[in-house]
């Protein structure tokens, strides 16, 4: 009941308090839904955490869930575009969402994540999601099958909007040139001005993620 509970508080303090940042925490465990418990806290693994929660993704009305690993030099160059489109929307506007980032790749560790918010300034938490037992991306990268990081995907009430690149600052490997197309800033402009949304979706570029 007491970790029930505390899932409950989380949830609630994320609904109220705008952007979901976490950076001053270092998160361990996450359930696919809203549950989430320190790297001190009773979940010891994902199915305890999953075990006593219930998932609600409906319950946050928008989502931004972005693959990154911390030695991919595009998805260095894109955690710029990144923090400045949370700090627009979550700061400078106050709209309620929840940005998160996971790295699929199996050299990932919380430490290096850690590092990597740090260095590049990223404004809300990044956490492995890779499976060491069965030596394979962990549930979120399975969830959602990103190709590359950086790879980005955008859910209002639950449903796919968007998915893809964060800007066209890349569309090619190694062929860099000053973004024309800023995809996810557009996306959550349209959805925080209550504009007609329809899917659609890019294809990022990247390092390629293996399965």
């Known amino acids: ?7 409950w508080v989380f949830f609630l303090f994320l609904l109220f308090f705008g952007c979901e940042t976490n950076v001053d925490t270092e998160l ?6 809203d549950c989430t418990e320190n ?18 993704p409906n319950n946050i009305g928008l989502m931004v869930t972005v693959f990154l690993y911390e030695n991919c030099p595009i998805a260095q160059y894109m955690c710029g575009p990144l923090r400045n489109t949370y700090r627009y929307f979550c700061d400078t ?6 940005f998160r980032g996971f790295s699929p790749n199996s050299l990932s560790t919380a430490g290096s994540l850690s590092n990597f ?10 956490t492995p999601d890779y499976s060491e037992e069965n030596n394979e991306p962990g549930p979120y990268t399975q969830n ?7 790879e980005v995907f955008v859910e209002l009430n639950g449903e796919l909007i968007y998915r893809g690149m964060i800007d066209n600052s890349y569309e090619a490997l190694g062929d ?7 995809y996810l800033f557009e996306v959550l402009t349209n959805v925080v ?19």
């Open 176 to 182: 860099w040139s000053p973004p024309t197309e800023h």
């Open 193 to 211: 001005n209550d504009q007609e949304i329809v899917y659609f979706e890019t294809t990022a570029i990247g390092c390629f993620i293996n399965y």
């Open 117 to 126: 918010v740090v260095k590049y300034d990223i404004p809300f938490a990044v």
């Open 93 to 98: 506007l106050g709209h309620n969402m929840v």
């Open 39 to 56: 790297v001190d806290g009773e979940f010891s693994t994902l199915e305890d955490c999953e075990s006593i929660c219930d998932p609600k």
């Open 1 to 7: 009941m007491d970790n029930l509970l505390k899932g």
């Open 28 to 33: 361990r465990y996450s359930c696919l839904g």
């Open 144 to 150: 959602y099958l990103p190709i590359v990081t950086p």
